[in-house]
């Protein structure tokens, strides 16, 4: 790793050691060492100057995953401290930093010394991820990607798992996505999650992963602005339900794998208690104002850009029998110029579609909606 950061090693030597681990896979020991190289190949945060238990999350992308705005403020209300490097969006799915950059005035980019000081005063901060953070990683995903070497367990777990583990906190929550919007499903999402657990905890840390279903978008909203409201609904109990059911899942393993609770069903009830209450939305305004942005966004949408919207009327009468995921996810790319551009659907799979009817709603760019209504029609399918 170090070699191929200082140029001693070539791209074509990595090339074929990259394309070795694709066709045979890694044993898990060596999938641990291939892991801490990438870790140890730039900084190590140490956040040992910071009491109590630090939490880490992260997800292995899907559309509409608004999931760590929720998680953040709903774990720190708890007292353990949030600790979270996120980055951009990837693909077909959204990035946190990048919902997070969509809110006026919130500082995506901490320095390590402010960083810590965020955690210190508020128990919660999320930024981009450094250049110093795990650099092996950026290199090798880039060379992985125009190889054609991406879905590889060994490869992905050293990927994700060294940046967590160099983040520096104690307990790592892992959230595995399953199905049609993800990038893996079925058995080999089983032992990615299998796998992500292992490696950290050779490595020292408290990981527990989730695997999530992703066959249809992560609550109604897929659009930065959008899901940002969509998560501030929640913390006020008022999200929809398939949302919240994987904040407190996460949250619930937070809370036990840092042993405030005994079991991650204590832990989900715990979190339950916590939402309702209303400490995870205060901890969320917190959040915001620490980083720059005004706190009274909680109570006042206003404060977020808008944008021009037109509906998605169906066609056809019947039920929604499939929801295209990656294009879905491809569209909301097309709006995502405007900070608020996005969809917001109307339906989830299941329900009843009459003629005529809303099937979704579309946002952004006025000469952008044309574009994006275009190709939005094939993403569901009636019948």
């Known amino acids: 790793m170090q070699g191929y950061l200082t140029g ?12 070795a681990v694709f066709i045979r896979g890694m044993n898990r020991d060596e999938t641990y060492h291939l892991t801490m190289a990438m870790a140890r190949s730039g900084e190590m945060l140490d956040l040992s100057q910071i ?20 998680f953040a403020p709903l774990v720190a209300s708890a007292g353990l401290v949030v600790s979270k490097l996120s980055g951009r969006a990837l693909g077909h799915t959204g990035g946190t930093v990048d919902k997070l950059e969509a809110i006026p005035g919130f500082r995506v980019s901490l320095s390590r010394e402010e ?19 795990a ?21 992905i777990v050293s990927s994700i798992m ?3 583990i160099a983040g520096g906190a104690d307990v790592i929550v892992i959230d595995v996505k399953s199905g049609k919007g993800a990038f893996m499903s079925g058995e080999r999402a089983r032992e990615l ?41 929640l913390l006020k109990g008022e999200g929809p339900a398939d949302l919240e059911d994987v904040c407190l899942s996460l949250a619930g393993l937070a809370f036990w794998k840092a042993g405030i609770c005994e079991t991650k069903e204590e832990g989900r009830r715990k979190a339950k208690k916590l939402l309702e209450c209303g400490k995870a939305l205060e901890k969320f305004a917190q959040w915001m104002e620490a ?14 850009p808008s944008a021009e919207c037109q509906p998605l009327i169906s066609k056809k009468e019947g039920i929604l029998k499939d929801i295209d995921c990656k294009k879905l996810g491809e569209v909301s790319h097309i709006l995502d110029v405007h ?24 946002y952004g760019e006025k000469e952008k909606l044309a574009q994006a209504l275009e190709n939005i029609e094939s993403v569901f399918f009636v019948e």
Request: proline share 4%.
């Open 193 to 233: 999650a299998e796998e992500l657990v292992a490696v950290g905890e050779m490595a020292g840390k408290r990981v527990s992963a989730e695997i999530t279903p992703m066959d249809q978008p992560l609550g109604y909203a897929i659009g930065r602005v959008l899901e940002v409201k969509e998560a501030i609904n």
């Open 162 to 164: 060294s940046k967590k």
């Open 291 to 304: 980083q720059g942005a005004n706190p009274r966004i909680v109570d006042d949408f206003s404060l977020l």
């Open 8 to 19: 001693e090693v070539g791209e074509a030597e990595m090339s074929a050691f990259l394309m």
């Open 339 to 362: 900070p608020a551009g996005g969809i917001v659907l109307r339906k989830k799979l299941g329900d009843r579609v009459e003629k005529g009817e809303e099937i979704a709603m579309v």
């Open 115 to 133: 960083f810590i000081s965020q955690l210190k005063k508020v128990g919660v901060a999320v930024s981009s991820q450094t250049e110093e953070l």
């Open 51 to 70: 009491e109590g238990i630090k939490v880490d999350k992260h997800s292995t992308g899907g559309v509409g995953d608004k999931v760590t705005l929720v």
């Open 135 to 155: 650099p092996a990683d950026k290199v090798i995903y880039s060379l992985r990607n125009r190889i054609a070497c991406v879905e590889s367990i060994p490869l």
